[in-house]
């Protein structure tokens, strides 16, 4: 329980054993090392963790069980990297704040997106996964990098984001994308967007939008009853 710190790992080290960590409640960060796997529930019951951080996670890694019962755990950090991680299905614990710095193959936050506060993407980023962050209810603020060039459909449906500025180089938004979101009232549209799909901002309080000189479809703003 005395143990805050783990800052160095031997350079010939390959596997952390499950419960190797298990109820360092002193433990104030848990850092998912680049090269290294981990057993299950390696860090589980570390309660006064309140970080974590993954540098990268090997193919074919099972997360499901690393972090088990740390329950205060606030924010996580997917370093930066122009490698695509694969990342499955992470345990419910209560992120608040999320900084993803590499593109995602899947959509990793079904379990633990309730909690979720404020997102935030890395210049690394050129992807958002569809439904990525769809119902995540508590979501309020995103702060996309400035190479995204595309935003899957209902990436952010169904969350309680209050303004969007969408970065330039998205040419098409889809269908769903910023849906249902009743404190939405504020959007930004670069120049580069051309289409936006069914039902894109259906549902949001918008009371103006400015669209770019080059757009050539626009099917998104049914039900956004203050336009």
């Given at each position: 329980q005395a143990l805050t710190d783990l800052d160095f790992f031997p350079a010939n080290l390959k596997y952390v054993g499950a419960g190797a960590f298990s109820g360092c409640s002193g433990l104030k960060e848990i850092v998912i090392r680049k090269g290294l796997e981990y057993g299950d529930n390696a860090f589980g019951n570390c309660s006064g963790a309140t970080s974590m951080i993954i540098e990268d996670i090997p193919q074919g890694s099972n997360t499901n069980f690393w972090y088990y019962g740390c329950e205060n755990l606030k924010t996580l950090r997917i370093e930066d990297s122009k490698e695509i991680l694969s990342i499955g299905s992470l345990p419910d614990a209560p992120f608040e704040e999320v900084y993803i710095g590499r593109n995602l193959t899947d959509t990793p936050f079904e379990n633990c997106k309730y909690s979720i506060e404020t997102v935030t993407f890395g210049e690394c980023v050129t992807s958002v996964p569809n439904s990525i962050f769809e119902n995540s209810t508590n979501l309020n603020s995103v702060v996309f990098g400035n190479n995204i060039n595309y935003i899957g459909w209902s990436a952010f449906a169904n969350t309680s984001l209050k303004?969007?500025?969408?970065?330039?180089?998205?040419?098409?938004?889809?269908?769903?994308?910023?849906?249902?979101?009743?404190?939405?009232?504020?959007?930004?549209?670069?120049?580069?967007?051309?289409?936006?799909?069914?039902?894109?901002?259906?549902?949001?309080?918008?009371?103006?939008?400015?669209?770019p000189n080059n757009i050539v479809n626009i099917d998104g703003f049914n039900d956004c009853e203050s336009l």
């Open positions: 303004s969007v500025s969408v970065p330039t180089g998205v040419d098409t938004l889809y269908s769903n994308t910023f849906s249902n979101n009743g404190t939405l009232a504020s959007i930004t549209l670069p120049q580069t967007l051309k289409h936006i799909g069914h039902a894109c901002f259906s549902g949001s309080t918008i009371t103006n939008v400015t669209f």
